[in-house]
């Protein structure tokens, strides 16, 4: 299951880094607030080279995250993390996304409709 999220950075944790049966990792959490009548803070966390690509954007960028849910069990808990796998920053907090911008009024009439030509419509 693959699900995206559309915020603002709020702010990017320090590095965690480890060593494990299989080698080195390292992972790195981030907070972000979504938009809307009731923004949420979301945590979020990137592991292994996508730390790499949480370097490119800093707080209040707007970013685009995909992730993906993953909850493990231990000591009869549940614990629950949201994998970032793709990490898409933008401009700064302000920027808007060119889908909700209305496109500018036409400068000219539409073809046909001027007062000298209006007589000659056969309705």
């Known amino acids: 299951m693959s699900l995206e999220i559309q915020g603002r950075l709020v702010k990017v944790m320090p590095q965690v880094k480890g060593e494990g049966k299989n080698g080195g990792w390292v992972k790195q959490d981030f907070v972000i607030e979504t938009a ?39 000591n009869e808990r549940w614990f629950t993390e949201l994998r970032a796998w793709k990490i898409d920053g933008s401009s700064s907090a302000g920027a808007s996304s060119p889908a909700n911008e209305m496109p500018p009024p036409p400068n000219e009439e539409p073809f046909g409709l001027n007062e000298e030509n209006g007589g000659d419509l056969p309705f």
């Open 36 to 74: 809307g009548d009731y923004p949420k803070k979301v945590c979020l966390t990137a592991w292994g080279d996508k730390v790499a690509n949480l370097a490119r954007v800093k707080p209040g960028d707007v970013v685009k995250v995909s992730f993906e849910p993953s909850s493990r069990e231990y």
